[in-house]
């Protein structure tokens, strides 16, 4: 969290505030979690140390100085995104799952489901988050 907080207040970003989009309330599948594949994908195409954003414009993270991620530590052995008891332990502790989850197993999304059920996925959250 330390580091995910020094590169997002640092250049070229210089972010004081941080948005996530999260369903699991709603229902909403398109959240930020459930997006979690392609933001790995992105940071693992081409080799480049570029970042892209939505309106193409290039903005360089240095020579080598971070670390590509591989996808399967995230991922459930299907490649799915899943919250639940199959969670990898990666995902769990990653800072958009604390994000999207903070307090969330205490929150009752549907009369016959218990808390921390995440109507986006369909599951209940993992224990342990």
């Given at each position: ?8 207040a ?5 972010a004081?505030y ?5 369903g ?30 939505a309106v ?14 591989d996808?399967?530590?995230?991922l ?12 990898p332990?990666?995902?769990?502790n990653?800072?958009l799952?604390?994000l ?10 549907e009369s016959?489901?218990p ?15």
């Amino acid at each position: 969290e330390a580091d995910s907080a020094d590169m997002m207040a640092s250049a070229p970003l210089n972010a004081s505030y941080v948005v996530v989009n999260f369903g699991g309330l709603t229902g909403q599948r398109g959240d930020d979690i459930g997006k979690t594949e392609w933001m790995l994908r992105l940071v693992n195409a081409g080799g480049t140390d570029e970042l892209v954003d939505a309106v193409g414009s290039r903005y360089a993270v240095g020579e080598q100085d971070h670390e590509w991620v591989d996808q399967d530590e995230f991922l459930s052995p299907e490649g799915d995104v899943v919250i639940d008891h199959e969670a990898p332990f990666k995902l769990l502790n990653s800072t958009l799952f604390k994000l999207s989850f903070a307090d969330f197993d205490c929150v009752r999304t549907e009369s016959r489901r218990p808390p921390g059920y995440d109507r986006a996925r369909g599951s209940v959250l993992h224990p342990e988050a």
